[in-house]
């Protein structure tokens, strides 16, 4: 089975830095999702890891380190905009169907203070 | 633009009815998914598809079933609804390939009263 934790909510003030965490523990792993979903819409694609190691995408960064089961989102020079939920999402490995499958978090809030 | 569409935002149902939830997607991919998404719970898998006819059950299958006729739309059947079934309803597809990224539709929230 597939279980991944996030903390529930967090705030922080506008032009500062948040690191959003998710661990994991998972029967099968290929890859590391993380999604935003601002309320009332659908989430959307943030960025994707397999590998150890930072991935760098503007302002937001994803790390992950699988001996851990650990994943992180870093978030920086945040923007009222950046309020909004994280979603922290594992693909499970294999192949055709459970491999296609994605195991979601409970999700992270986060609140960007003026 | 790649589109998921769910076909209805808002839906009010009546306990024991039987409710269809249609998803239709234009970018010909093979895996289709539906979850629900509740507070404090985040987004859960009811059932996917990798194909056409194909089904697997997610982790909340029970007192749902899907169809998948045609590879472009993939819909949800709630048999019998009940009010443990209010919920928003969150249609996605995802073509294959390694790092392919879910594309989800604006979502359902149904109120099953």
């Known amino acids: 089975g597939q279980n991944i934790d996030q903390p529930t909510e967090m705030t922080a003030t506008e032009g500062a830095i948040v690191q959003i965490n998710c661990t994991y523990q998972?029967?099968?792993?290929?890859?590391l999702f993380w999604y935003q979903q601002h309320a009332g819409e659908a989430p959307t694609f943030l960025s994707y890891n397999v590998l150890d190691g930072l991935e760098e995408k503007g302002r937001f960064s994803s790390f992950l380190s699988r001996s851990k089961g650990y994943s992180y989102l870093l978030l920086k020079e945040l923007q009222m905009k950046d309020s909004a939920s994280y979603l922290c999402?594992?693909?499970?490995?294999?192949?055709?169907?459970?491999?296609?499958?994605?195991?979601f978090g409970g999700g992270t809030r986060v609140l960007v203070k003026p | 633009d790649v589109k998921v569409t769910q076909s209805s935002r808002y839906l009010v149902k009546r306990t024991g009815e039987k409710v269809f939830l249609e998803c239709v997607q234009d970018?010909?991919?093979?895996?289709m998914f539906w979850y629900r998404q509740d507070p404090g719970l985040g987004l859960r898998l009811i059932y996917f598809?990798?194909?056409?006819?194909?089904?697997e059950k997610g982790d909340i299958p029970e007192g749902y079933s899907v169809s998948r006729e045609k590879k472009e739309r993939f819909s949800l059947i709630l048999e019998s609804a009940s009010t443990n079934q209010t919920s928003m309803y969150l249609c996605?597809?995802?073509?294959?390939?390694?790092?392919?990224?879910?594309?989800f539709g604006q979502g359902t929230r149904l109120t099953v009263v």
């Open positions: 998972t029967s099968g792993f290929n890859g």
């Open positions: 970018m010909d991919h093979e895996n």
């Open positions: 598809s990798y194909d056409v006819k194909m089904k």
């Open positions: 996605a597809s995802r073509g294959l390939g390694l790092g392919t990224e879910a594309f």
């Open positions: 999402a594992v693909r499970d490995s294999g192949i055709k169907a459970a491999g296609n499958k994605l195991t």
